[in-house]
């Protein structure tokens, strides 16, 4: 059997957390040969190069560097990058990661030149099309020949949009394969000892929704919400650099920051990160990721949004919709300190072992992907040489 040529594209935090025990998979099968490509959409040492160190993900092959800006430049910037190395690398698949821009750029890159595309976390819905991340899943799900869900409403979603039942692969959650497999290393970090901090003596709050941040009435509502929380217990707050730009233009911003209950912190690390959930009281966030890992680790979480693609976090989980409004965040803030706190169960297939599972599935179906779209990458050659003549 010859070589499986895959290349896995991240550029975001949560893709690296969760192309960490993929690739860790992938490196166990000589019958697989992985590539790594960094699109660069993340790029500070906090936003970036922590995770491959916490983690171990190996240097990427290929770093494109396209920084930040609009949705539409990044991702042009993306594909144009991706275009040149799919050129020089030639996969058998291309696989992608979560519902961010590099994950749809780089789907949509592979399709139009013939490669097929595995997404892992397919099929999540939050149905709200103001979200930049559901236009991403929408399109990387039907652009996708292999998709790999967490959850059971990630199936329904893609059975009821028509997705063939044979190329829906329901998982588990790689999030939580990298949660199991850091167990140990999580256990040794010393952040609240750095932060001064008791266990179970303060909440952890993150914050860097685009719908939430970018919305200057929104950001004030969930930040009038932590001042009045930081009254009844000591609120940690890793500021995503997006986050950071939009505070820094609210007026009341500086006076929260100052009070001694808030703790601003630069974004943390993956280890320290998972710590210090781990060792909350509770969580306050808007990120995808933390209503999973909080459901996981038994944190009873408020998601700061009034929907989630992401439903197992409430129906089996720690999770609770709370939406932006300041009352309602600080209602239920204040019900789990009161003690009325759900500790959930582990949703079904969440059980470290997801990673496994799709590599097993591409490793069972190597010879149909080699065969795949072959045509269309030989017409794509041909037509390249005719026009350099
Ligand atoms: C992106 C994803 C979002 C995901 C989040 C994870 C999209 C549309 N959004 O949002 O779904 O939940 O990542 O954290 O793909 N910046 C820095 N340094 C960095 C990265 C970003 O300073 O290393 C600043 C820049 O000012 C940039 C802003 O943050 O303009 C936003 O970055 P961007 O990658 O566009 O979106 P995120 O908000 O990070
Ligand atoms: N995270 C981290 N440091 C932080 C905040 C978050 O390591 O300061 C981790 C956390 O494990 C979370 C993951 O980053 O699950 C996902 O990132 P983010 O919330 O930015 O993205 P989302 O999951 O919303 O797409």
Redesign the pocket.
């Known amino acids: 059997m010859s070589v499986l040529k895959i290349l896995n594209v991240i550029g ?3 893709n ?2 969760k192309i960490a025990p993929l690739i860790a998979e992938m490196n166990k099968h000589p019958e697989i040969d992985p590539f790594l490509v960094h699109t660069g959409q993340h790029y500070d040492e ?2 970036s190069d ?2 491959f160190r ?1 983690l171990e993900i190996p240097q990427p092959d290929v770093c494109l560097n396209v920084g930040s800006g609009s949705n539409p430049g990044q991702m042009a910037r993306m594909m144009q990058g991706l275009e040149a190395v799919l050129a020089d690398i030639n996969p058998d698949l291309v696989l992608v990661v ?3 821009n590099s994950t749809t750029a780089s789907s949509l890159t592979a399709v139009s030149l013939g490669y097929p595309v595995a997404h892992v976390e397919a099929g999540l819905r939050s149905f709200d099309r103001e979200m930049p ?1 559901e236009i991403n899943r929408v399109v990387t799900d039907a652009l996708s020949d292999f998709l790999f869900a967490t959850e059971t409403s990630a199936v329904e979603n893609l059975l009821r949009e028509g997705k063939p039942q044979e190329r829906i692969f329901f998982v588990g959650n790689v ?1 939580i394969d ?2 199991a497999m850091n167990t140990e290393k999580i256990a040794r970090s010393t952040i609240l000892q750095e932060l001064g901090l008791s266990p179970h003596s303060y909440a952890v709050a ?1 914050l ?2 685009a719908s939430n941040v970018d919305d200057p009435n929104a950001l004030a509502q969930i930040a009038e919400a932590l001042g009045d929380l930081q009254q009844h217990i000591r609120l940690v707050f ?3 650099p997006r986050t950071a730009l939009r505070l820094h233009s609210l007026r009341s911003w500086q006076q929260l920051a100052s009070l001694p209950n808030i703790l601003a ?10 710590k ?2 781990k060792e909350s009281m509770f969580v306050l ?9 909080s459901t996981c680790l038994g944190v009873p979480c408020l998601t700061l949004r009034k929907n989630t693609e992401r439903p197992v976090t409430i129906t089996q989980g720690t999770n609770q919709l709370v939406g932006t409004k300041h009352e309602e965040i600080l209602e239920k803030g204040l019900q789990i300190l009161n003690g009325t706190i759900c500790r959930g169960r582990i949703p079904e297939k969440w059980d470290g072992q997801a990673s496994m599972r799709i590599v097993s599935v591409l490793l069972q179906e190597s010879e149909m992907i080699k065969r795949m779209y072959g045509g269309v990458r030989e017409r794509g050659i041909c037509l390249d040489m005719l026009s350099r003549g």
Request: net charge negative.
């Open positions: 975001c935090r949560p690296f957390i906090a936003m922590v995770f916490d979560g519902d961010v991340e999030m990298t949660l993150t860097h929704r890793p500021i995503h912190v630069k974004p943390l690390g993956y280890l320290d990160f998972i210090l959930t966030t808007d990120s995808g990721g933390v209503q999973e890992e």
